[in-house]
T-cell receptor
Framework: SQQGEEDPQALSIQEGENATMNCSYK?????LQWYRQNSGRGLVHLILIRSNEREKHSGRLRVTLDTSKKSSSLLITASRAADTASYFCATDAGRDDKIIFGKGTRLHILP | KAGVTQTPRYLIKTRGQQVTLSCSPISGHRSVSWYQQTPGQGLQFLFEYFSETQRNKGNFPGRFSGRQFSNSRSEMNVSTLELGDSALYLCASSFGGYYGYTFGSGTRLTVV
């Protein structure tokens, strides 16, 4: 069963614009992670935010976490064609050290 | 350093056959997890191994099994293949939950 649910399911934006994806989850977590997957390939770990953190940055990525609303957002600034991919949030509830993925947001950057 | 290596990359099998997929984790990573990815169900957790012990198991039938060796390499086996087993099988390794997972490129299994 999915713990995280990304929104929107698909997003198309012009190159240079910012892209925002959201993730909602159901139970308390130890941390939340974001991954990127290029078509049919393995997932690439982007960023991990712990439950006691509210915001984290990595290059053009900004992740926020609101544990009271059980939600997270991933912002990609100044998007590039290479950002075209599917983005997944994954939650780690910590009890058994496994992470559960949402169904992902398909991001398409238009030239 | 070398990433997570999965072999083979592609596989075509016939219904009823069995298949074994292999995963070599990043050196030093003792946790290895397996996921099945399909367009309809997304990423589904299969199982996780740590130091040769299965720590967690997802909601898959007993036809799906795995093991981990003393060098942390892992294999998963699917017996009596069904058409619905066609999927991308991903392996991920980690130091532990706070460090994120490193994924292999996956094995694409097609059952005909």
């Amino acid at each position: 069963s999915q713990q995280g649910e990304e929104d929107p399911q698909a997003l198309s934006i012009q190159e240079g614009e910012n892209a925002t994806m959201n993730c909602s989850y159901k139970t308390s977590i130890n941390n939340l992670q974001w991954y990127r997957q290029n078509s049919g390939r393995g997932l690439v770990h982007l960023i991990l935010i712990r439950s006691n953190e509210r915001e984290k940055h990595s290059g053009r990525l900004r992740v926020t976490l609101d544990t009271s609303k059980k939600s997270s957002s991933l912002l990609i600034t100044a998007s590039r064609a290479a950002d075209t991919a599917s983005y997944f949030c994954a939650t780690d509830a910590g009890r058994d050290d496994k992470i559960i993925f949402g169904k992902g947001t398909r991001l398409h950057i238009l030239p | 350093k070398a990433g997570v290596t999965q072999t083979p990359r592609y596989l075509i099998k016939t219904r009823g056959q069995q298949v074994t997929l292999s995963c070599s984790p990043i050196s030093g990573h003792r946790s290895v997890s397996w996921y099945q990815q399909t367009p309809g169900q997304g990423l589904q957790f299969l199982f996780e191994y740590f130091s040769e012990t299965q720590r967690n198991k997802g909601n898959f039938p007993g036809r799906f099994s795995g093991r981990q060796f003393s060098n942390s390499r892992s294999e998963m086996n699917v017996s009596t293949l069904e058409l619905g087993d066609s999927a991308l099988y991903l392996c991920a390794s980690s130091f532990g939950g706070y460090y994120g997972y490193t994924f292999g490129s996956g094995t694409r299994l097609t059952v005909v």
